[in-house]
C-alpha cells in the first residue's frame, strides 16, 4: 500500500510538496510498532498532476513558438503550475521552528539536492552538450534548482512569517520592490525567491478548512468554464504580453517597461494565479488513484525530468519539423507526462534515494 498524505486535520511537516522523509515523518511508512498516520490523498494527487504540468511545460518550451495555441496554453500553465506547488510548499510548512532535527530533514532533505543538481546539470551539459567552459556555481541556480534554493530560504525564514502581524502584505511589499529593483542581480535566484514569496506566505496563512472550500460542487463546475475561459484570454495575450512574466525571475526594467508595471504586475499576476489554482485544486480528485503513491516521490520527478528535457535539447531531437504541428505537439505532450510519472516511481526513488534523501547521520551531532 501507499502512504497518502495527512488529513487536513492533523499536524504535517514536509520538507517539499514534492519530498518523502524516511525517519518516520509522513510520506514514508513508520517504523515498525508505531501506527501509521492517514495521509489525505488530495495532497499526493494534487503534487503528481502539478509536477506533470511542470514537465509538460518544459516540453513545450521548444515548440510553442510555432504555435499561438500552445503558447497561450503555455502560459495559462506557468501561471499556476508553480504557485500550486508553492502554497502547498507553504501550508506544510506552518510548523516549521529551528528545532535541531528540522534543521537537520531541510539540510538533508534540500541543502543537499540543491548541492547535488547544481553540480550535476552544468557537468551535463559539459559532456553532453560538448561545452566544456559551462561553469559550476553554487550561487547561480541552474534550471530547476532555483525551487530549491527558495524553499531552503522561505523555511528558514517561516519562524518570522508565523510571529509578524500582517505576513502576506509585508510578503507583498517585498515582491514589489524586487521588482523594482534590477541590481539585485542572479545570485541564488534572489528575484524569483523574493517575487515568490506571497504564494509561500500565502500557503503559511492557510488552515486545512481552507482546502475545504475547493471541494464544493458549485466550484468544481465552474473550473472547467474558467479554464476553457483561461485558454481562451492565453490565446489572446500571446502577442501582447512576454511570457518571462510569468517565470518572475526579471525586474520590470529588465523586461523593457516602465518601473512601475512590477509592482502592477505582482498583484495583477496574483489575482489570477490564485484563481487558476484554486480551480485547479477543485478539479483535484479527493479518493484515492492510481496516481495517488507517484504524488510522495514528486521531487525525484521535478529534478530528474530535467535531464530528458535537456538531453531532447542537445541533441535537437524535437527541431523535426513534423514535432511543432499539432499531432507533434500531442505526441511530445503525452511522452512528458509519461516519463515524469516513471520518474516518480518506486524504482527510481530507491536508486535516487542516497542523493535525494540521504540520512546523513555521521555528519550530525546525536
Not at 501509521?36 to 511545460?57: E, S
Not at 531541510?106 to 553540480?119: C, K, M, N, Q, S
Request: glycine share 6%; aromatic share 14%; with cysteine.
Amino acid at each position: 500500500m501507499f502512504d497518502a498524505a495527512p488529513s487536513p486535520g492533523q499536524n504535517r511537516k514536509l520538507l517539499l510538496p514534492a519530498q518523502t522523509p524516511r525517519d518516520g515523518t509522513p510520506g514514508t511508512p513508520p517504523p515498525a510498532g508505531r501506527p501509521g498516520k492517514q495521509r489525505d490523498a488530495f495532497f499526493d494527487n494534487a503534487k503528481y498532476l502539478a509536477i506533470v504540468l511542470v514537465a509538460i511545460g518544459h516540453a513545450w518550451e521548444p515548440l510553442k513558438g510555432d504555435s499561438r495555441v500552445l503558447q497561450g496554453a503555455y502560459m495559462i500553465v506557468y501561471a499556476f503550475h508553480m504557485p500550486a506547488f508553492i502554497i502547498i510548499s507553504g501550508f506544510f510548512s506552518r510548523s516549521f521552528d529551528l528545532r535541531p532535527d528540522r534543521l537537520q530533514r531541510l539540510i538533508t532533505g534540500v541543502a543537499v539536492p540543491y548541492v547535488v543538481f547544481e553540480t550535476a546539470y552544468p557537468l551535463f551539459k559539459r559532456y553532453v552538450d560538448h561545452s566544456p567552459d559551462q561553469e559550476i556555481s553554487l550561487l547561480d541556480p541552474w534550471y530547476l534548482t532555483w525551487f530549491l534554493c527558495a524553499l531552503f530560504i522561505w523555511r528558514l525564514t517561516t519562524p518570522i512569517w508565523r510571529m509578524i502581524r500582517w505576513p502576506l502584505p509585508v510578503a507583498f511589499g517585498i515582491a514589489m520592490l524586487a521588482t523594482v529593483s534590477p541590481s539585485i542581480g542572479d545570485d541564488l535566484d534572489l528575484q524569483r525567491v523574493l517575487q515568490f514569496l506571497p504564494y509561500f506566505v500565502l500557503g503559511l496563512c492557510l488552515k486545512p478548512e481552507h482546502f475545504e472550500l475547493v471541494r464544493r460542487r458549485w466550484l468544481r463546475i465552474a473550473a472547467v468554464p474558467v479554464f476553457a475561459a483561461a485558454l481562451v484570454f492565453g490565446w489572446w495575450v500571446v502577442p501582447r504580453m512576454k511570457a518571462a512574466w510569468f517565470y518572475h525571475r526579471d525586474s520590470a526594467q529588465e523586461l523593457g517597461v516602465p518601473w512601475w508595471c512590477g509592482p502592477l504586475m505582482v498583484l495583477a499576476l496574483f489575482g489570477c494565479s490564485l484563481v487558476l489554482t484554486a480551480c485547479f485544486f477543485a478539479l483535484v480528485p479527493r479518493r484515492t488513484r492510481w496516481f495517488t503513491a507517484l504524488g510522495t516521490g514528486t521531487l525525484y520527478g521535478y529534478l530528474l525530468h530535467g535531464f530528458v528535457v535537456k538531453l531532447a535539447d542537445y541533441k535537437g531531437w524535437l527541431d523535426a519539423a513534423w514535432l511543432h504541428r499539432p499531432l507533434g505537439e500531442i505526441l511530445v505532450t503525452v511522452l512528458a507526462g509519461t516519463v515524469v510519472t516513471l520518474l516518480c516511481t518506486r524504482p527510481v526513488r530507491r536508486v535516487f534515494r542516497c542523493v535525494m534523501e540521504p540520512g546523513m547521520a555521521w555528519a550530525f551531532r546525536r
